[in-house]
């Protein structure tokens, strides 16, 4: 089992920032592959950003591509999601996620079936 509690959300106006964070237990850190979605009202969940094991490997949604960064602190059982130039259509429920099957420490996944553990989430508010 693997817990996991986001944290960091809240109300910003557009341009503003915001640094999601999600802290894990239940399992070694640096064996789980991570990730970020969230999900809008009225429309389906939907990937942001992953990560590698290693940290090397990164991959983002093409609409948050120069704006967020994904990063991860394997000694503090962590991973972050920072958002910049944040943006009214940015407004959802962020979610990360965990990948605990085995693969590559470099491997990255951005399918909602990849994942086997979630968040219960964090919400997010961008006023214009």
């Known amino acids: 089992q693997v817990q996991l509690v986001e944290s960091g959300g809240g109300l910003v106006l557009a341009g503003g920032s915001l640094r999601l964070s999600c802290a894990t237990s239940?399992?070694?850190?640096?064996?789980?592959?991570m990730g970020w979605f969230r999900q809008a009202p009225g429309k389906e969940r939907e990937f942001v950003a992953a990560i590698s094991r290693s940290g090397r490997g990164v991959y983002y949604a093409e609409f948050v591509k120069g704006r967020f960064i994904i990063s991860r602190d394997n000694a503090a059982n962590t991973v972050y999601l920072q958002m910049n130039s944040l943006k009214p259509d940015d407004t959802a429920v962020y979610y990360c996620?965990?990948?605990?099957?085995?693969?590559?420490?470099?491997?990255?996944?951005?399918?909602?079936?990849?994942?086997?553990?979630w968040g219960q989430g964090t919400q997010v508010t961008v006023s214009s």
């Open positions: 996620a965990a990948h605990t099957e085995s693969g590559g420490i470099d491997y990255y996944y951005i399918e909602y079936d990849n994942y086997d553990y």
């Open positions: 239940g399992r070694t850190f640096s064996r789980i592959a």
